[in-house]
């Protein structure tokens, strides 16, 4: 009789790979570096950036755009009661940048590259193409995983300033139409009341949400097992284990930094 | 330190279970420098889970494995890829990288790891094209090859970096009659010129008389018998006899299914 393993210690069994797969990554790049050689090929870097980075830029755009206006309009609305509309480019402004920003983004490459990297190397792996790879000595973990999650791990932050932009820009269009706001005062009262520790806060998730998704998609797909299906199950368990982790670091971030700044 | 051992590889004792399945229970082999080793066996009786432990792809659950007397599952990470280097590959089922073309596939261990220039490694991959006869494929997708085809592409890329040991894994199969003897002699040849040491698994007889200097036979987890192909050709062993001469009657199919 065997027992089925408990959900927890799978779970922690599973982080400590994902941890592990950060360092041998590291050692592997780090070890060609100190040979005095490029720890993977720029061009399948390159390669990456522009599908994670330029490929996504209409997805982000479009849908930080109408979230934005929504968020605008909507909260516009109940603000009027009050008299308070001026309130809304703030409201956007704050909410996008230390909030919504990262994690609507995370939430999109997550599905939109993670899927794509665990079904890439998920193949690769069941095609016993990963094996070659590590059979001849080149250390997959630099030459495949290297590149894909730096190329998250960059390009989600430049994404995000995308999705912030976009949603302002929705917010203010739909302001100066629905509520008289200027844009010239939508700018400065949304730049008024935006801090930079909320700045800063967001970039720190978007770099962490960055890394979270590469490494839980490359780790996804170089376990997979048991051919197509299994590069079908890997590719829709990676998704959702990156945008539930990504959801959990970012309720994470927002405590530690409450706690630490009492906003 | 620098004693050379006498032998390429060696496994003492060497366990390999996947689960609750024990594959391997209990190889001893040893393969002198330059030998062409030739391991005969069963489907599924884990001849290629065999070379994947000499690689370090697989660690056994118990025993050893020495690839030159430095032990394979102790190395790290960066040790094994260093040591497999020297070590060639041919994969049963090719597996070439499906997203780059054959001359690709034949530079990428070279681009990788080499300082050659780009003329040097063209010229290396076109040699080696031109070894296994696909001279004609370089441009190629490897989805656009046949399955022998990309077999011969696989063996191509195994040898391209003059490794100093050879793990062929079922070079023959599915290749037709003349094709099978150009591999068979290439097999040859590079052994007796780059001095490589070969451990080739094949199910053709006819091909593995051909080439090997030693023989081992792999059967429920052991190595029942290594020896010279002369004395393997005349074996009282009931295993090996029925295994070579392909026969029905035998202890083979008799011996209950281990599961
Ligand atoms: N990754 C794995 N997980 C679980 N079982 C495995 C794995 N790889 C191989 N096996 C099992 O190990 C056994 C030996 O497999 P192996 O591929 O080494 O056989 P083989 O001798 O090469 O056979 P063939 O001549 O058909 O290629 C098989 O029963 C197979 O089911
Ligand atoms: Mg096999």
């Known amino acids: 009789m065997q027992r089925s393993p408990s959900p927890i210690r799978t779970t922690l069994q599973h982080l400590s790979s994902v941890v592990w797969l950060l360092v041998d990554t590291g050692k592997e790049m780090g070890d060609r570096m100190m040979r005095g050689r490029l720890p993977f090929r720029f061009s399948i870097f390159f390669e990456q950036t522009d599908r994670t980075g330029v490929g996504s830029i209409a997805l982000i755009s479009l849908v930080s755009f109408f979230i934005g206006l929504t968020m605008a309009l909507l909260t516009g609305y109940q603000l009027q009661t009050f008299g308070q509309e001026r309130l809304v480019p703030g409201l956007v402004g704050i909410s996008f940048t230390r909030e919504l920003g990262p994690l609507m983004t995370g939430i999109m490459i997550a599905a939109r590259i993670g899927a794509a990297y665990t079904a890439e190397l998920g193949t690769m792996t069941v095609s016993e193409e990963v094996e070659a790879i590590e059979a001849m000595g080149i250390g997959p973990l630099r030459f495949l995983v290297g590149p894909r999650v730096l190329a998250v791990f960059f390009l989600l932050p430049c994404l995000v300033v995308v999705s912030n932009f976009t949603a302002m820009s929705g917010a203010a269009l739909i302001s100066r139409w629905a509520f008289d706001i200027p844009f010239t005062r939508f700018i400065d009262t949304a730049l008024d009341s935006m801090l930079i520790r909320d700045i800063i806060a967001g970039t720190i998730k978007s770099f962490l949400f960055g890394l979270i998704i590469g490494l839980v998609s490359c780790y996804k797909g170089l376990t997979v097992k048991g051919g197509a299906a299994g590069v079908g199950n890997a590719t829709t368990s990676s998704v959702v284990t990156a945008i539930t982790t990504v959801i959990g670091f970012d309720t994470l971030c927002n405590i530690v930094l409450v706690a630490l700044f009492d906003t | ?259």
């Open chain 2, 1 to 259: 330190m620098n004693t050379t051992p006498a032998s390429s590889v060696e496994m003492k004792d060497v366990h390999l279970a996947f689960g609750e399945k024990e594959i391997l229970s209990g190889i001893n082999l040893s393969v002198p420098q330059k030998a062409r080793l030739v391991i005969l066996g069963q489907s599924g009786g884990g001849k290629s889970t065999l070379l994947r432990l000499i690689l370090g792809i697989l660690r056994p659950t118990k025993g050893e494995v020495t690839f030159k007397g430095l032990t394979v599952s102790r190395m790290s990470r960066l040790r094994l890829n260093r040591m497999r280097q020297k070590i060639g590959m041919v994969y049963q089922y090719s597996a070439l990288i499906s997203s780059l073309s054959v001359r690709d596939n034949l530079a990428l261990p070279l681009e990788e790891l080499t300082r050659k220039s780009r003329d040097e490694i063209d010229q290396l991959v076109d040699e080696k094209l031109e070894l296994v006869g696909m001279a004609d494929a370089r441009d190629k997708m490897p989805a656009e090859l046949s399955g022998g085809m990309r077999k011969r592409i696989g063996l191509a890329r195994g040898i391209i970096m003059d490794p100093e040991l050879i793990l062929y894994d079922e070079p023959s199969a599915g290749l037709d009659p003349v094709i099978s003897s150009v591999i068979n002699e290439l097999i040859i040849s590079l052994s007796e010129k780059i001095g490589a040491t070969s451990i080739i698994v094949t199910h053709e007889m006819d091909s593995a008389f051909k080439v090997a200097t030693h023989m081992a036979m792999l059967y429920q987890g052991t190595i029942i018998a290594a020896d010279t192909p002369e004395r393997f050709k005349n074996s009282d062993n009931p295993v090996v006899a029925q295994f070579i001469a392909g026969e029905t009657e035998g202890p083979i199919l008799q011996a209950p299914q281990k599961t």
